[in-house]
């Protein structure tokens, strides 16, 4: 064996040692992949999981309090204004001055008074 077999077998083994390098290269980068995927699976359920309770919080909560009942109001409205002439009322449009004395009457007794009406009128006919 002379100095062209030892420059050989010298190539050979650094061959054989950067192969292995390569390879404890190749499987540390494999193993942190699959070790960063177990940690991003488990961050994406975490946050998966966070996102539902908000949503079911958010959406349950504004349904009880967004929708008001018209039974549950409680608001009071006369059956009737009788204003009187030349007295200013002070309304949401801005101030009014009756030029002769005026009855208003709320929706509802309008209502009942127009009902009233109708059916006495229509049963005469």
């Keep these: 064996m002379g100095l062209f077999g030892i420059i050989k077998n010298v190539l050979r083994a650094l061959a054989a040692y950067l192969e292995l390098k390569n390879k404890a290269f190749y499987y540390k980068i494999v193993s942190d992949s699959r070790k960063n ?3 991003l699976s ?3 359920k975490h946050y998966a999981r966070l996102v539902l309770m908000l949503l079911t919080i958010g959406l349950t909560s504004c349904e009880t309090s967004s929708l008001t009942k018209s039974g549950t109001l409680n608001i009071y409205q006369p059956p009737i204004l009788n204003l009187q002439k030349g007295i200013p009322i002070q309304s949401k449009e801005g101030i009014y001055t009756p030029q002769t004395d005026e009855v208003w009457h709320s929706d509802a007794r309008f ?3 127009e009902r009233e009406l109708y059916f006495n009128n229509s049963g005469n006919k």
């Design 37 to 39: 995927q177990k940690i």
């Design 42 to 44: 488990m961050k994406l």
């Design 111 to 113: 209502r009942k008074l």
